[in-house]
């Protein structure tokens, strides 16, 4: 059955009784009372091949919508639907207005041992789906779409198999992951559940994340006095102070660690100005620090340089701690990650957690984003094989 998670139909309907009890912020798709396995799996003799169903179908048809971050609302759609299809109970959790997570599980019970998590969001601009030979490319290709449907297709083929059963594994996809984290947060706040596992989709190179860096990320913004560019001495240049203080910022002696290496320093916007012969009166700086080890001594070093020069104002940012991952699974090789994930965002209590998932970050965000089809399907087997890694813990 190793290659039964190819094309995955689920061909049963199981008859399911209203549900209540749930958060009201949490929109049932599908409500149950009883999940009567015994039926449901007898059912699956009309287990099908079917190509819509498959996974790189499912992967193709995430791909070609739209979910720029703040605009997951018809992949969300698009996910409960197809979900509530196979059978599952699903959930739509408002988090703001047109953005909806999706959880879904099997039967009535919501809490169950293991989430299986990835994000329905994508970073600008988007890239239609295309096929290269063996690689699929577009927006979304390996972060986060592949992961994303990898994780279905293992859990539905899971079910297939009757190696999971209602209370042990659920799905949620997560909105914001890009930028704010807003959906994991959310979820962890008030979806109402406690798991005990947690496994994330991310491109790692079908390898267990060993950890990954934190971040802090902050603005340097500098308020100066305008003039003719004739005069400069009547006014006060607002980039010539911020480009020293950046300068600065990008030969701090920051925090290194044995695991996760050096932490890096990236000026990644900056704003100023409005013409060549204004001094300027504004600028402004974002800046993103991969914390490797020791976030508050990062945090105590920008502001050593930063604050108390004059006409800057104070620093305002995020930050999240470096994170680490549990990666000693037999059958599988671990990699070290030098960007951030939604890990630190869920906030329950597990008792482990694991990074996985097709593609490479090396070409995520990129206009060459990519995944290569074998590594899609391989990823299936890997999901499985975590889960099942998880029953015997």
Request: glycine residues 8%; charged residues 20%; contains cysteine.
């Amino acid at each position: 059955m190793l290659l039964s998670y190819l094309f995955l139909v689920v061909s049963f309907v199981v008859a399911w009784q209203p549900f209540g009890g749930a958060p009201q912020d949490i929109l049932h798709l599908k409500d149950s009372s009883k999940w009567d396995s015994e039926q449901a799996f007898s059912d699956l003799k009309d287990y099908v091949v079917e190509e819509k169903f498959s996974l790189l179908k499912l992967h193709r048809s995430l791909m070609e919508i739209e979910s720029i971050s703040g605009n997951e609302h018809d992949v969300a759609i698009f996910l409960s639907e197809y979900l509530k299809k196979t059978g599952l109970t699903v959930e739509l959790q408002h988090v703001e207005k047109d953005r909806y997570n999706v959880y879904a599980y099997p039967g009535s019970q919501r809490n169950t041992t293991t989430v299986i998590s990835s994000h329905t969001d994508v970073v600008p601009p988007y890239i239609g789906y295309s096929v290269d030979g063996t690689k699929i490319r577009g927006r979304g290709a390996c972060d986060d779409k592949g992961p994303l449907a990898a994780q279905v297709i293992a859990f539905l083929d899971l079910l297939y198999e009757g190696k999971i059963k209602e209370g042990d594994a659920s799905l949620l996809f997560v909105v914001g992951e890009e930028n704010t984290g807003i959906g994991m947060e959310t979820a962890s706040k008030s979806l109402g559940v406690n798991w005990e596992y947690a496994i994330f989709g991310e491109p790692t190179e079908n390898k267990l994340g060993v950890g990954h860096k934190g971040i802090f990320i902050f603005d340097v913004e500098v308020n100066g006095k305008a003039s003719h560019s004739g005069y400069p001495e009547l006014g006060i240049s607002a980039t010539e102070i911020l480009i020293p203080l950046l300068h600065k910022i990008q030969n701090l002696e920051l925090p290194v660690s044995d695991l996760l290496g050096p932490s890096t320093v990236n000026v990644g916007k900056i704003e100023a100005g409005v013409a060549a012969n204004v001094v300027p009166a504004h600028a402004k700086a974002t800046v993103a620090i991969r914390v490797a080890s020791d976030l508050d001594e990062v945090i105590r070093l920008v502001h050593s340089v930063v604050d108390d020069v004059e006409h800057v104002a104070p620093v305002t940012g995020r930050a999240t701690q470096p994170q680490y991952l549990d990666f000693k699974v037999p059958g599988f090789e671990s990699i070290v990650l030098a960007y951030t994930t939604d890990v630190p965002n869920l906030t329950l209590p597990l008792k482990r957690r694991f990074l996985y998932g097709p593609g490479t970050i090396h070409v995520a965000h990129s206009d060459d984003e990519h995944v290569e089809n074998k590594d899609l399907l391989e990823s299936v087997i890997g999901y499985k094989r975590l889960v099942e890694h998880i029953s015997t813990l």
